[in-house]
């Protein structure tokens, strides 16, 4: 996956080298967490989507589906309501002309219980699909091992 992040507060891209998904008990029930894996000065780190439910994890990789198959000059949107998050994606332009390249800025929801630093996702049609696919996976391993 060639993946980049950008935060308002980190202006140079990080290229995302893993995404892992991971089971949290919040209030008694079950979350889960999507975090990307990224190195940034010799150091892995980490960056955290606040908790999803299953549905709004399903959601997500719906989501990220339907960004992979998006044609110029599609918009896909979502809102994952309890978790408090906006996410749009697009497919890139540059100068009048249509890219392969895919965009997605994830934003809070106005009034979003666990307030966020927005950022976004830089990454070709083939990696939002490949990125989809290991979420895909990612949520099976957490849904069948645990």
Not at 6 to 24: F, Q
Not at 31 to 52: G, I, N, W
Not at 84 to 113: C, D, F, K, Q
Request: charged share 20%; glycine share 6%; proline share 5%.
């Amino acid at each position: 996956m060639n993946i980049e992040l950008t935060t308002a507060s980190k202006r140079a891209p990080v290229e995302v080298l893993d995404l892992d998904v991971v089971t949290r008990s919040i209030a008694g029930r079950s979350s889960l967490v999507v975090q990307f894996l990224y190195r940034k000065e010799a150091q892995d780190r980490h960056l955290k989507m606040t908790p999803l439910t299953w549905f709004e994890a399903s959601q997500l990789q719906f989501f990220s589906q339907e960004l992979a198959k998006a044609r110029h000059p599609e918009t896909v949107c979502i809102s994952l309501v309890d978790a408090g998050i906006s996410l749009t994606g697009s497919v890139g332009r540059l100068t009048g002309r249509w890219l392969n390249g895919r965009t997605i800025h994830l934003e809070p929801l106005p009034g979003a219980s666990i307030p966020f630093e927005p950022f976004t996702i830089h990454a070709s049609c083939q990696d939002i699909n490949k990125y989809s696919r290991k979420l895909y996976n990612r949520l099976w391993e957490v849904f069948t091992w645990g």
